[in-house]
C-alpha cells in the first residue's frame, strides 16, 4: 500500500503508540484533553466503520464536514478526517457538492437539513452524547458501539481527499508538509486545510505532536501553555 495518511497513524501506533499526538485545549470553556496515537486511532477506527457499515460510504463518496468549518482544531474534528481519508472518502467543504452524509457541530439547528443523513457532534469533552431528541443521529451515541478496529482499506494516492472553493487534494498531496521540524508545536486553528495540514497531518508525517488552544487566548496564556507543554 502506498505510504499514505492513514498508513502513517497505523505506523505511529506501532512505533509510539503511548505518546501524546494531540492535546487540545478550549481556554473558553477550560477543557483539556489528550490524546495518544493509540487513542485518536481507536476513535478514527470507530468513526470509520461507523461511516462504511451504518452509512455504506464508499471510496469517493464526500462527507459534507462541516464540523471542519465551525470548528477547524477540535479533536473531533480530526478523528472525521482522518476516518474520511482511511475509507477512502472525501472530505468536503463545498456547500455544492453531493455528499452523502453532513457533520455538523453543536451550533446547528435541528430542522434546517436537506434529504441526506446528518450527523450530529456534541463536542462534549468527555465525548458524551447531546441527549437531546432529534431528527439527526449523534455521533456520541452511534460511535462507542462500532468495532475498535478497521481492516486495511488500498487507497490510491491519486484518489481525491479534500474539497473547498478554490482547493482540490488528492491522497498525496495530504503529505506535502514541511518534514524539518519533529518537535512538538503549539497551533492556534485558522481556516480549515492549514489546520487540518498543521494540527494532524504534519505531526504524523513527521514523528512529533502538536498543542492546539482553541478559545480566547493572550499571548501570556499561550506562553504559559508552551512552558507547561513544552510546545515550540
Known amino acids: 500500500m502506498p505510504d499514505l495518511i492513514s498508513n502513517l497513524l497505523a505506523q505511529r501506533v506501532r512505533r509510539n503508540g503511548a505518546e501524546p499526538l494531540i492535546t487540545y485545549y478550549d481556554l473558553d470553556s477550560g477543557e483539556r484533553t489528550e490524546l495518544s496515537a493509540v487513542s485518536f486511532a481507536n476513535w478514527v477506527n470507530k468513526t470509520s466503520n461507523l461511516l462504511v457499515d ?47 452524509v453532513l457533520v455538523v457541530g453543536p451550533e446547528a439547528g ?4 436537506g434529504p441526506i443523513p446528518v450527523v450530529y457532534c456534541s463536542l462534549h469533552p468527555l465525548g458524551l452524547p447531546s441527549g437531546a431528541a432529534s431528527p439527526v443521529i449523534d455521533y456520541n451515541l452511534e460511535v462507542r458501539g462500532q468495532a475498535d478496529q478497521f481492516p486495511a482499506v488500498p487507497q490510491s494516492a491519486s484518489a481525491p481527499a479534500w474539497r473547498s472553493p478554490g482547493l482540490d487534494l488528492d491522497q498525496s498531496d495530504l503529505l506535502a508538509v514541511d518534514r524539518s521540524s519533529t518537535r512538538r508545536r503549539l ?46
Open 110 to 113: 435541528w430542522t434546517s437539513f
Open 187 to 232: 497551533i492556534v486553528p485558522g481556516d480549515p486545510w492549514p489546520t487540518a495540514q498543521d494540527a494532524l497531518i504534519t505531526p504524523l508525517v513527521t514523528g512529533g505532536s502538536t498543542v492546539i488552544v482553541t478559545g480566547t487566548a493572550t499571548e501570556d496564556q499561550l506562553d504559559r501553555i508552551r512552558t507547561t507543554e513544552r510546545a515550540g
Open 54 to 100: 451504518e452509512f455504506l460510504i464508499d471510496a469517493g463518496d464526500a462527507i459534507q464536514l462541516r464540523l471542519a468549518e465551525t470548528h477547524p482544531g477540535h479533536w473531533v474534528t480530526l478523528i472525521w478526517e482522518l476516518a474520511c481519508w482511511q475509507v477512502g472518502a472525501v472530505v468536503s467543504l463545498d456547500p455544492h457538492a453531493q455528499a452523502k
